[in-house]
DNA sequence: ACGTTACCGAATATACTGTTCCATAGCGAA
DNA sequence: TTCGCTATGGAACAGTATATTCGGTAACGT
């Protein structure tokens, strides 16, 4: 890849992350972009089709590098029969999240918009396919496979949105622990 | 209030309505909306500041009927000690939503914005809060209260949107057992 | 050093928002 | 019915954002 368009796409790709940590994606105009990242009007369509291509693709670059350490994680697991706790998975997800610089965080806060919580959830949910003996016990045999999945990915979508929306007090242990509660 | 103004906003709720079942909120124009409402522009914005607000006080008047007859129910279980089923009040709510003919379903499916889910959700906390008897035995002593109400309010919408989402196939009756089998 | 390509920047068409104006028709009350 | 009031219509308006186009320029990979 041109060096120009990798340097562009990264300046487009910073200035809107640091725009996201400071107003919501709908209100992000495409003018502050280019002026942030100092790249003309043209060169942005040049890359992105639209603001919400440029926020899909976000999602795809940042949720890569936290699944797959992970999905890692989870095969690790199947490969060694580790003794370890099996729900270091989550926990290590969590602890990514928090630790995490990209402001991933913000985004998956209610301020930000659905359509990433939808990309979250989406990658989410192959991760928990992963994960299913940890949940088997507290499965209900009415229960079809299909919303149980949906069911623990939403739940632990909606522990983080509680988590940030109530000004991530707990550590990321607690909150681990509260979602393996709660689901 | 005169009967111009009822008119009017009888005509703007109609049509924004109608085309909420059509296309998600954030593609709706305001030129949409008066063009089938057949008013003027300004008559519009001396009625409604937003889009926003005009989405607002159509939830506050369709969940006021919703969770209106859903607490009353409540309210009749608590002071005569029914021996039906505790759980009917999500039931009904179930029932009252799939025979809703106010489009409420399309509104919570995730095509449309999470304004809509979040005013929903603020007012099913409400009802949660009256019903928490019904969860005890799930909950964890780990849990903090404020937790577990967000969650299963939480789990409701989940299991609503996910009902919407496979098309709608199970009966109120069998999505209120996967509601109460999840929580 | 070369041909190629991404970029700039400026201009442009298009669309939506929210406000303002006045004339008019419908309203409630006397 | 009459009268004063007010909601409405219709149109114009400024402001803002989107998305595209163009030729000149500078940087790129080979």
Redesign the interface.
């Known amino acids: 890849m041109d060096r120009r368009q990798r340097k562009t796409r990264e300046a487009i790709f910073a200035a809107f992350t640091a725009l996201l940590s400071q107003k919501e994606f709908?209100h992000i105009t495409v003018g502050e972009i280019i002026d942030r990242a100092d790249v003309g009007r043209a060169t942005f369509y040049a890359h992105f089709e639209t603001k919400e291509f440029l926020l899909k693709e976000l999602c795809e670059e940042l949720f890569c590098h936290i699944f797959d350490a992970a999905h890692g994680e989870a095969c690790d697991h199947r490969h060694i029969f580790s003794c370890e706790a099996p729900d270091s998975v989550f926990l290590h997800l969590v602890q990514h999240l928090q630790r995490n610089d990209n402001h991933v965080l913000e985004l998956l806060s209610?301020q930000s918009?659905?359509l990433f919580?939808?990309y979250f959830k989406t990658d989410l949910i192959k991760l928990v396919n992963t994960q299913l003996p940890l949940f088997a016990a507290r499965k209900?045999d009415?229960?079809p496979e299909?919303?149980?999945v949906?069911?623990i990915a939403?739940?632990f979508v909606?522990?983080i949105r509680?988590w940030l929306d109530?000004g991530r007090r707990e550590s990321p242990e607690t909150i681990t622990?509260?979602f393996l509660?709660?689901v």
Chains 1, 2 share one sequence.
């Open positions: 709908a209610c918009n659905d919580l939808r209900s009415e229960l299909a919303f149980w949906d069911h939403s739940v909606d522990t509680w109530n622990a509260y509660a709660a």
